[in-house]
Antibody, heavy 120, light 107 residues
């Protein structure tokens, strides 16, 4: 059973940093591109970032570009989201997602989400 | 950025009826459109990818159609568990984008 388990969320002050982790299991992690998608409270879905299966290609939403990075460690089957200079508008539930197939950026598995609250 | 506009915002229907949800793109996304279902307190679930391909385990009452800029998700004979919010998402252009969602509620 494919599992994606996020961790690392919490309450953080504006301007500070936070790192989310996503532990993957029951599939060959290094064969899949991965994404982060977020959802502000009561709002819709917003794509955040993508990393290719080998980590060589990364894309970011304009809203996070220059502040967030999306590394991965294939030896640990783990995806990360490093968030710097956090803003109130970054408050959201952050989902780790897997693409359904190579170069097919539709998300067939989602984690349960990790809540990030940016507040003073 | 490709803007996806979903309509209507809310659809009020009874079980057994057919739901027709629309997603319109601000530029062509070819057939690279997916649909998701989200229930309260749950992560989204992939229903349809590449406009018309049902994801694994998705019942046949869910069907998708369209290409270019206009897409439709049809849910035939609504079951009680189908009342939820539905999102479309395009993968044709970076950044990936989602529509604002359509809530299908019980009439």
């Amino acid at each position: 059973q494919v599992q994606l388990v996020e961790s690392g969320g919490g309450v953080v002050q504006p301007g500070r940093s936070l790192r989310l982790s996503c532990a993957a299991s029951a599939f060959t992690f290094s064969n899949y591109g991965m994404h982060w998608v977020r959802q502000a409270p009561g709002k819709g879905l917003e794509w955040v970032a993508h990393i290719s299966r080998d980590g060589s290609v990364k894309y970011y939403a304009d809203s996070v570009k220059g502040r967030f990075t999306i590394p991965r460690d294939n030896s640990k089957n783990t995806l990360y989201l490093e968030m710097n200079t956090l803003r109130a508008e970054d408050t959201a539930l952050y989902y780790c997602t897997r693409i359904i197939a190579a170069a097919t950026h539709a998300f067939d598995y989602w984690g349960q989400g990790s809540l990030v609250t940016v507040s003073s | 950025e490709t803007i996806l506009t979903q309509s209507p915002a809310t659809l009020s229907l009874s079980p057994g009826e057919t739901a027709t949800l629309s997603c319109r793109a601000s530029q062509s996304v070819s057939s690279y459109l997916a649909w998701y279902q989200q229930k309260p307190g749950q992560a989204p679930r992939l229903l349809i990818y590449d406009a018309s391909n049902r994801a694994t385990g998705i019942p046949a009452r869910f069907s998708g159609s369209g290409s270019g800029t206009d897409f439709t998700l049809t849910i035939s004979s609504l079951e009680p568990e189908d009342f939820a919010v539905y999102y479309c998402q395009q993968r044709s252009n970076w950044p990936l984008t989602f529509g604002g969602g359509t809530k299908v509620e019980i009439k």
